[in-house]
């Protein structure tokens, strides 16, 4: 154990063969002790699913340039959870992060992804933690500048108090650090992903789908995550677990003259 | 295809087998034009998981009291999008409702829920949805008042406007009608799980661990999903999916100070 070094967990939802998941440690080593766990496969779009009907492994590995790591058959959720309460048996951790995902995470990807799921279970137990994200799904994706990034966001939050039970959702345009323009601290997006189902037919004649899709974002204004990208810059949105609509409260508020009768 | 109904959408995450979803079916057929589509088994905590990496299939099947419904492989999320696409091709849906879910889903469960995960889903496009869920974690729960409840609300959210991009998070508590003491439109009380893992060993002296644990709230005051409830009444909570911590842009604006130096 080592001491008055930050204790970070790293973790992904692309799996530990995932080229994204090795430049998010090179980026984090140089700040602290540093404990790796990831999926065995790809996780990627598990949301904030858990793993409860099936018994969950973990064990631990090398990599190919002698960095320890565990695997796990877990989500990234159950990944963060393993961390606290098996590997390091409640020792507090100062960060997590996860990534760098293969992908863009901005807008309504924020939900579906497996990466920031992660950052959100830290979030609940108020771990500071970082979700990063890069606009390209290539397996074989350039990390330079999201190294670049990481390195900077990472020292920096390290070093400045973390607001209770909120996390980052870090998403780097797909540039080389020159195209860069800066950082700018965003909100979500409004959007959606505009599914197109593709239709086949099994070697039985029996139809299937596959998913497919693409995001459609409105309300793009200048402060808004895919504006900030849009515009090479690197959106960091600032995301809470609290999804009630305060605004909405009064316009259901209607549904409370509900009264049984008592007899 | 009638006219003039409303087109209601049911789906869960417990599949097809449970008694939730038939109570909730139930509860809507007064109440307009009903298409079942739900998992072909159970799908708890699968959060806003979508199935991309096998194909998706949907089959028709009729219940024993001969009801037509669908059963897919998929997840809540996807059974909203196969239920959009494939089966109601683009049609204008009014509703979605999802559950009613053996089990709370209130405070941090929102997030990790199948069941409102394909509310939620529904609200991306702008579809009214509203997710139900029981404080009965049993097979056997007795869904009696959840039924009146759940007809309730539908009825009523079907006759007033439906704020965009909403949806409702209804939680009902375990007990005879007799004994609720209202509705209450809440907030989501801050909480998370507490995990214990629970550590055996398989036939071969290996370890492995079942996810286990509890809800710990706090912040429980009377305008809380988990103080409502406690308290005997149905929770209604207005859910957004931006998940924007917007009280803490400024905190992380000192971000924003990062140059690359171009040359």
Known sequence: ????RPLILVTNDDGFEAAGIWALVEAVLPHGEVVIITPDGPRSAM???????VPLRIREFESPNGIKYYRTN????????????????DRKID?????INHGSNSSASLLYSGTMAAAIEASFEGIPAIGFSLLDYSEKADFTAAKIIADYVVKKALAHPFPEHICLNVNIPKSPIEGINGIKITKQAHGYWHEDMVEREDAFGRPYYWLTGH???????ENACQCALDNHY?????VQFDMTAYKHINDFKYLEQWKITKE
């Open 1 to 4: 154990m080592e001491k008055d």
């Open 47 to 53: 949301g904030h699913a858990i793993t409860m009907n």
């Open 74 to 89: 877990g989500t990234p959720s159950d990944c963060v959870k393993l961390g606290q309460r098996v590997v390091l048996r």
């Open 95 to 99: 960060l997590v992060v996860s990534g």
């Open 215 to 221: 995001l459609v974002t409105k309300d793009c204004d």
């Open 234 to 238: 690197v959106s960091i949105q600032p």
